[in-house]
């Protein structure tokens, strides 16, 4: 039967039974439900008296041990080996105590009968009477293993929440609403480097804020309590990261966790939290941000100019495309490309390439607002996406703004420099569905722009892609063109003003594409030049030309020379020099029988490095011929400076010869200033009997046109000569 049972049926007997009796088995079970063993100390006999009660602890009962034992046999029949001694103690203690009135306790193990190990408490108690005799000694045993179990684990659990609390530098604190006071202790002070004693236990948060919190983050941990204090939220909790300073100088961070517990009427019963010392963890955050930023500065910017490279800008108009797929966006892409840094890199070197880049990137970002991003995608090639503008008017002023910078004068090492470039601007989405879409369109626009004269800028038109595609399409034939035997050279003659007698043949290309027909090199050369296949292209050329050279000396026409167009990129490259060289060695032809054009452009572009190569190979005994001259920008004067041998008037000049007066003027300056120069002239495109009598007045030396002959194919150009020879 269950204890409570028993309890209840005892209480229901009532008047029926008897009284004292029901009290003492009351007792009896509380006892047994309380695990407490009552004794009795017989002082006459010397022996322990025990009933069931005090056995049953001991896992036995009267029945087996009798109802009463020595001290000596509780000792050594019960008592955990290790304890006898102070139990033994205790015992002697209880006998010959000298007060009044003892109360004794203590804690030890015994030993059940089962070999059990428990623990008990033993509570003594002994009177004397006024001759200081012992009358009575008694006391009760109690089983307080679970207790005690539970006692060392909690305690061991608190050993380790401060041990952890210890490891995580985390300190408790609370906050006494009725004196408005904190109330830290020796753990909460260490993170602060100081103690309770000398800080005290109680501190006004004022205090606290002036004492230990860093001046610039008082502001951040004031909004915090005031936060705290303005929630009726019955449970709030907050944390705050802030500085602290500790009493010996050194700032470290911490990050402090608020709870504040409220009534239903919204009061603040409760505050409480923890301090933690975060400081390592945020040097590392910040190392680790730092870290960060570098890589995502390497990766995204751009070493040179410190713009955004192409992996940010492709991102970046990315981006936009998405938003502007969904109508959140809009804007425009300028693509902006420098004329002709080839030529600065090839004549002045990398270093002066670098600067005019930079400068340009700096230039271009002055220009556009900051919205805008502005980065370089490679090479001399920038990109500006600028979200939010697509009046063209607007796109307009900046795009001529960016092309005016840029060709404003750049000065390097006392050196001053002029550089264009052209742009393509193309709209999102407007002109594009997809990032590759846009730029590609922009690009395509800016080629437009430099095919219509560099140094602007044009905006993306459906008609561009048609272009590009085409241009792709023709580039892809011109260069199996070769191979194929697509290529040939024309000869027009070149003849004596005065006998009208050949000197020589200009040796011009022509391309019978077999998809596309008869193309004029006026397209063919630029495309071959832009696609860098003018070199090999140059170079069948001028071994077909020394070949025809050979066939006329052959013939024993020795002095009849080929003339050969060069193109500029031609001539700034290293090894033409030796290219020359070698194909006039190839073909068995002499260096007076060739003779190279070269443009007046070509020259300005790259002068010094031109010239030198003009005078090595005039030194060799080529024949240096001006092409087209009249169509550039070089002076007569800056003419004094060029090895040429021969100077081509071009033919829009003498077209103007039965026109215009005084271009008649400038055609008799410009024959007399090259012969005073020591040079021949040649008018090209003579077309018309009066030309050619002006021509001859005036003293010029050659003519070349079609007034004379055509260009021709090589049989032709050989039977021309064979009837116009000077023999
Ligand atoms: P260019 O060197 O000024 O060649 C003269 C051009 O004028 C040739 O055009 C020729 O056919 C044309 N021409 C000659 N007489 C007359 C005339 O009386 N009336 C008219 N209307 N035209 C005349 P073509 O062959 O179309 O060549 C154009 C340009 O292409 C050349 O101008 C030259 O700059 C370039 N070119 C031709 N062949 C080569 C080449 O092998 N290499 C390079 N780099 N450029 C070349
Ligand atoms: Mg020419
Ligand atoms: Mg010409």
Redesign the pocket.
Known sequence: MAHEEKVSKIMKQGKAGDRLANSQEILSLAASLARLGPWNFNLEKHVFEFNNEFYSIYGTDIAKEGGFMTPEKYLHEFVHPEDITKVKEMIQCMCSFREQEFIGEMEHRIIRRDGATRIIKAISSASKDECGNIIKLYGANQDITERKILEDDIRSNEELVSLAADLARLAPWEYIEGIRRYKFNDSFYAIYGTDVATEGELMAPEVYLKEFVHPDDAAVVKDCYEKANASRQPDYVNQVEHRIIRRDGEVRWIVSRHRTIRDEHGRAIHRFGTNQDITERKLTEEAVRKKTDEIYHLAYTDALTGLANRTRLNECLQEELELAICGMSVGFVLFIDLDDLKTVNDTLGHSYGDILIAETGKRIAENIGNNAIVGRIGGDEFMVIAPGITEKTAIDRIAKNIIWAISQEVRINDNSFHISASAGVSMYPADGQTAEEIFKNADNAMYAAKNSGKNGWRFYDAEMHKTVYEEMLLTNGLRLSIERGELSL?F?PQVTVTRGEVIGF????RWNSYEYGSI???KF?PLAEKKGL?HII?DW?LREACKFARKLADNGWFTTFVS????PL?LISEDFVCKVCSILNETGVKPSQIEL?I?ENALIESHSQSVSRLNELKAMGIRLAL??FGTGYSSLTYLQSLPTTTLKI??TFVDTILVEGKQREIIKTIIALAHTMGMAVVA????EKGQIEFLEKYHCDFL????IC??VSESEAIRFYQENSRA
Do not use: M, R
């Open positions: 024309n027009q200009e040796a011009l290309l004029l090199p006026s050369i003018i140059g050329v050969v167009n060069i193109s031609q054009e443009t092409d087209d071009d033919k090209e495109g003579v077309e070349q046109g079609y007034a055509c260009p």
